[in-house]
């Protein structure tokens, strides 16, 4: 089984720009969720979309968005970026939602913000 | 809020000697237990979990220990090798998975 794939791997961006980024999860699960990790901060929760509907979301700004499509395909997005924003962004897929099932890690974003 | 501390931050051990890294929690809630390991450029990868049932889980050179009442967990890697320098990753979960700031680890050769 293929695993979760991340595009693009890597992002330079300007202050003030958006992006979106991609995750395809393992095939046959549902659930998608986003973390940022940093040196500082280590890996922070974003959110979690599972069927297509958010079931919880971390403690960011409503810059961060995400979606997820009907083949459990997600996007997040970032608008109006910071300069804090510089991170690694990974997405982890799972059978089920919430965060007992074992989490799947894709290879992640490297955005980084000029 | 939800918090997992994790201890030390980084780690030197000599090859063939015992890796111990530490986790405490602290919402009772908690009920999965996995520890995530990550090489540079890439994801995390899960390396072993255990549910609050059991005070032991072992697969191959990895072992976690879990304590209910003292909450706190933690990994224990035998006959470290080099290979195993990575970055480890403690995590609690409920209804979303909470991580620990990571422990960096160096065998030594």
């Known amino acids: 089984k293929a695993g979760v794939t991340q595009t693009p791997r890597y992002l330079i961006k300007t202050r003030g720009q958006q992006v979106t980024l991609s995750c395809s999860p393992i095939?046959?699960?549902?659930?998608v969720s986003w973390y940022q990790q940093t040196p500082g901060q280590g890996l922070q929760f974003l959110f979690e979309?599972?069927?297509?509907?958010?079931?919880n979301k971390g403690n960011f700004p409503g810059r961060f968005s995400g979606r997820q499509f009907s083949n459990s395909r997600s996007e997040m997005n970032v608008s109006t970026l910071e300069l804090g924003d510089s991170a690694l962004y990974l997405c982890?897929?799972?059978?089920?939602?919430?965060?007992?099932?074992?989490?799947?890690f894709g290879p992640g974003t490297r955005l980084t913000v000029l | 809020q939800q918090q997992v501390k994790q201890s030390p931050q980084s780690l030197i051990v000599q090859k063939g000697g015992i890796s111990i890294i530490n986790c405490a929690y602290e919402n009772t809630a908690f009920d999965y237990f996995p520890w995530y390991q990550q090489f540079p450029g890439k994801g995390p990868a899960l390396l072993i979990a255990i549910r609050p049932d059991v005070s032991e889980k072992k697969e191959g050179r990895f072992t976690i220990s879990f304590n209910k009442s003292a909450k706190q967990f933690s990994l224990h890697i035998m006959d470290s090798q080099p290979g195993d320098s990575a970055t480890y990753f403690c995590a609690a979960g409920y209804s979303t998975l909470t991580f620990g700031k990571g422990t960096m680890l160096l065998v030594s050769p």
């Open positions: 982890a897929s799972s059978l089920d939602a919430g965060g007992t099932d074992t989490q799947y």
């Open positions: 095939s046959g699960h549902r659930s």
């Open positions: 979309y599972f069927s297509e509907t958010q079931r």
